[in-house]
């Protein structure tokens, strides 16, 4: 029987994470891997989950399951982080899940339950495993365009002009901030303009919330959320704790439903199924850090403060490496890269000079120019910048 399988495509990212580690070069850089890296190259685990983790350690009792959609504790604390402590706990399902990437999944399969005919409408480009899942389920999904690659900015006129044709039904995928793969987010104001659009198709907005924290800081990076669940009678948000808490490896994340009230326990009861039909019990360890972090005082502001220490420090690289290629170019057409936020930017380059930078200058980013400035530290930015010139970008 498994003499009939075929190939599958490797993933273009771990394909250059194990180029890199082949690479014999002392000054070779990773730009490629999307994962938060210190000026030393470790992503180290935060100080407050640390703390949080001795704590359980001496406190815990059992190891047997927690409900299947996760604990109310934690879905409470996550709704609250999300969209506020006003949040509306009436019209409130959630579900714990395998990271962010498993909210991600969930959301795409309860709205096909509840829309077999939907169609997914993701931007263009989009983070590379939204498409890869939805393509593996068979989902209809339609691209929007999203990034102005000469401008390196959101190409705002281009992205409501192709939702216009969204449908009563369909969901729309946008991304809460730190837009992955290109850095550029929208504005509030911009926020509001989609809201109206979404309002009026009857169409439900699906956020990828990965990065909160990251960006602008924990409350200005969930306004464009806030504002959507605010204005809209039906949302799906799926949230991660990878990144702003740095628990990677223990898969971490929530599925947030708002809906008509009337629907909740038919909702909350369809997400539990979902978990029960996929994996059962989702991963309880790094929900529990979370719960833990998110409502106590101490550990939170501990966490708050190191989360602010990341974001400013990927700020800092960003002023420095656009500082460095306005020098050596003598313009100021690389002054985005200080614009845009969270860990990726669209430098545009093309594969070529991608290529050229791998094998020239032993910098890793993926093919279509996506760089991690958290994989830089203050030494390494000369030297992307001088290759970014030298390739003829």
Known sequence: MFNSLKPQPADKILALMGQFRADPRPEKVDL????????????????????AEKQLWERETTKTYTALAGEAEFHAAMAEMVLGADYPKARLSALQTVGGTGACRMAFELARMANPGTTIWA?????PNHLSIL????????PYRYFDAAARAVDFDAMMADLAGAKAG???????????????????????????????????????????????????????????????????????????FGIYRERTGSLMVLGD?????????????????????????????????????ALRADWEAELEEVRNGMLGLREQLAAELRQLSNSDRFDFVARHRGMFSRIGASPEQVETMRATNAIYMVGDSRLNIAGL????????????????V
Not at 135 to 142: D, E, P, S, V
Not at 275 to 291: C, I, K, M
Request: hydrophobic content about 45%; some cysteine.
């Open 135 to 142: 393509n593996f389920m068979g989902q209809a999904w339609k």
């Open 261 to 297: 009230e009337a629907a909740k326990e038919v909702t909350q009861g369809t997400l539990a199924y979902l978990n029960r039909q996929t994996y059962s019990f989702a991963p309880d360890h790094g929900a529990r850090l979370v719960t833990m972090v998110l409502t106590d005082p």
């Open 32 to 51: 490629g891997v999307g994962v938060y890296k210190d000026a030393e190259g470790r992503t180290p685990v935060m100080r407050a989950i640390k703390a």
């Open 123 to 127: 931007s263009d480009p989009t983070w």
């Open 170 to 244: 369909d969901v729309v995928l946008l991304h809460g901030c730190c837009h992955n793969p290109t850095g550029a987010n929208l504005t509030l104001e911009q926020w509001g303009v989609v809201a109206d659009l979404l309002e009026e198709k009857g169409a439900i907005p699906m956020i990828d919330l990965a990065y909160q924290g990251f960006g602008d800081g924990l409350e200005a990076d969930a306004a464009g959320t806030r504002l959507i669940a605010s204005r809209l009678p039906e949302v799906m948000i799926a949230a991660s704790c990878s990144k702003n």
């Open 377 to 392: 530290n203050a030494r390494t930015v000369p030297l992307l910048a001088r290759a970014i010139i030298d390739a003829g």
